[in-house]
């Protein structure tokens, strides 16, 4: 018979204990599965004819009184035993299940159970030898199935015919197994004989892996025409590529597809997880690998943007980096939290919303009107106007808290006074303001001005990487010592007269590839802004001069991570 015209009744008991002998069932669950879908479905609470131990009412909800109106056996086994009919009896620990509801119909007078039986741990445990456990709270986690009822019989029933229906699709791709019988068959294999690992896995873990690195870099997964199939990055190369070609039966299908048709491991090493970021970014746009779901393109991400050039500036958002002399922050993730960050901005610091030539003219517009301007048409105070300028500087760069801590108490006011429906208003607009606000603290400056070298140090480790940011771009990274040594010191020197020449232009035009490195390096440095110390650069600034705050981070004086040294 062909497996989809099978009849597989999935079944789950609930007991009083783990003995069959002694305990007793209290529900039974099971549900129909033809041809992969649940068809029917069977549920019935059991009087054991005694009290229910605490310890399983705890687990499944149970109590001795949900029991005390409920059929005792004898009523219950017949009813299953008519749903049951034919079927083939599949459970997850079969023996388990079986062996309550044979001792239950040893009790009654009557034979055993004579149906055909699967058990779906036996399946797992020949199909996903690398999975870490077997049991059904583990597959139904690494199936991402969502069933209610969890640990009562019907829903664990139901779990299982999802995982039974995961299995057997394995089974028809892998071993091309469509029949009952050979169904069967395949639960009592031994497991050498189950799967062999392909020639070309072995090949790979034998041969390649050993020889990788314990370094960050870039690999790059090909098939045997030698075209990328994947590439990402890594810490540590050694482990990442090992995570890949380890326990290859527990992966998603789709991972599990790709390993099927790699034959070439390469690898680039970088000489800092960030570099490998960006250099992975740059493969897989130019490459475009079949299994990379995420970076194949540039996304124009939008830029707040301070506009300087007029003596009543305007802040607004914009998804390019002209060269205007305007002042540019962010990116930040998409056009909402943008129009969030210009709106709180406005509202909070009140400069001028209207166009140039309404200014101009001198009329007073709506937004004067609500107070969200300090209206330079009219009262022309360029100080104080100009001072308004520098606080809306300091909260894009992150060093003014003061609008978060007033949101915040706008927030508990509400909650306070029960209007929790404005309380959530400010919550939602409150925390990704946080996290915006705390990747602009790090840089501190805007993006043409973000001129800076970044000790990033973790804990214990007796060396630190330096990496140069010039222009709001990583540039180039050095590694040092801890504390650095005087080649060290020399090197530093040499590093910061090339990066930091205060002659060096800025660049006219940012490039997409440009503006998603930028990207890239915002999100490092809030990742891991406790473990870097900021050492900001301006023109001002001789460049040697920052050699001495380098050695301080490095080790030479006690330094707080996440600490910005300013200029």
């Given amino acids: 018979m062909h497996v989809s015209d099978a009849t597989f009744v999935v079944t789950d008991t609930e007991t009083t204990g783990t003995k069959a002998e002694t305990d007793r069932v209290i529900e039974i669950g099971a549900v129909k599965v033809v041809d992969g879908e649940i068809v029917d479905r069977y549920q019935q609470l059991v009087n054991p004819q005694r009290s229910i131990p605490g310890r399983i009412t705890k687990l499944t909800g149970i109590t001795t009184g949900m029991v005390f109106d409920a059929p005792p056996m004898e009523e219950v086994l017949p009813e299953y035993l008519d749903f049951l009919d034919d079927g083939v009896l599949t459970a997850h620990n079969l023996s388990f299940d079986k062996g309550f509801l044979d001792a239950e119909l040893d009790r009654m007078g009557r034979d055993p159970l004579s149906n055909e039986t699967l058990c779906t741990v036996r399946l797992a445990r020949r199909l996903l030898p690398g999975l870490d456990s077997k049991g059904l709270s583990r597959l139904v986690q690494f199936y991402d199935i969502t069933v209610d009822g969890r640990h009562r019989a019907l829903g664990d029933a139901e779990a299982t015919g999802i995982v039974l229906r995961r299995l057997l699709s394995q089974l028809a791709f892998e071993h091309e197994i469509e029949d009952v019988d050979d169904l069967l068959s395949f639960q009592h294999r031994r497991y050498q004989k189950v799967r062999e690992t392909p020639s070309h896995l072995k090949k790979i873990r034998n041969e390649v892996l050993p020889d990788a690195p314990d370094a960050p870099g870039v690999y790059l997964l090909k098939n045997s025409r030698g075209a990328s199939l994947y590439i990402g990055k890594a810490k540590k190369l050694s482990d990442r590529l090992r995570s890949h070609f380890t326990a290859v039966e527990s992966k998603g299908s789709r991972k599990r597809k790709m390993l099927q048709k790699v034959r070439t491991v390469e690898w680039e090493e970088t000489g800092t997880e960030l570099e490998a970021i960006l250099r992975e970014s740059r493969l897989i746009k130019t490459e475009k690998p079949r299994y990379n779901r995420a970076q194949r393109r540039y996304y124009s991400r939008p830029f707040i943007r301070l506009d300087t050039t007029n003596e009543y500036p305007t802040l607004s958002w914009t998804r390019t980096l002209s060269d205007d002399d305007a002042e540019y922050y962010g990116p930040v993730r998409n056009t909402d939290r943008a ?53 809306v500087r300091a909260f894009l760069t992150g060093q003014d808290r003061a609008v978060l801590e007033e949101l915040r108490a706008r927030m508990q006011q509400a909650s306070e006074e029960r209007d929790f429906e404005k309380a959530a208003e400010i919550r939602d607009t409150l925390e990704p303001l946080e996290t915006i606000l705390e990747k602009q603290r790090v840089v501190a400056a805007p993006i043409r001005h973000h001129n800076a070298a970044l000790v990033h140090r973790t804990k214990e480790a007796t060396t630190a990487d330096v990496l140069f940011v010039r222009f709001g771009r990583f540039v180039e990274s ?39 490195e930028i990207r890239l390096l915002s999100h490092w440095t809030y990742a891991h802004r406790d473990e870097l110390f900021v050492v900001r650069w301006t023109p001002a600034r001789d460049p040697e001069t920052l050699v001495g705050d380098l050695c301080d981070a490095l080790g030479g004086t006690e330094k707080t991570p996440g600490q910005v040294t300013e200029p």
Avoid at 341 to 360: G, I
Avoid at 491 to 515: I, M, V, W
């Fill in 478 to 516: 050095v590694s040092c010592e801890c504390p650095p040594t005087s080649e060290d010191r020399t090197r530093l020197q040499t590093h910061c007269r090339t990066h930091f020449d205060p002659a060096a232009e800025p660049p006219s035009n940012f490039t997409k590839r440009a503006t998603d």
């Fill in 339 to 391: 129009d969030m960050v210009v709106d709180v901005a406005s509202r909070f610091f009140r400069l001028r919303e209207c166009d140039d030539d309404r200014l101009h003219l001198g009329q007073r517009c709506l937004y004067a009107d609500m107070d969200r301007c300090t209206v330079p048409c009219e009262n022309e105070d360029k100080a104080a106007y100009a001072r308004a300028v520098e606080n």
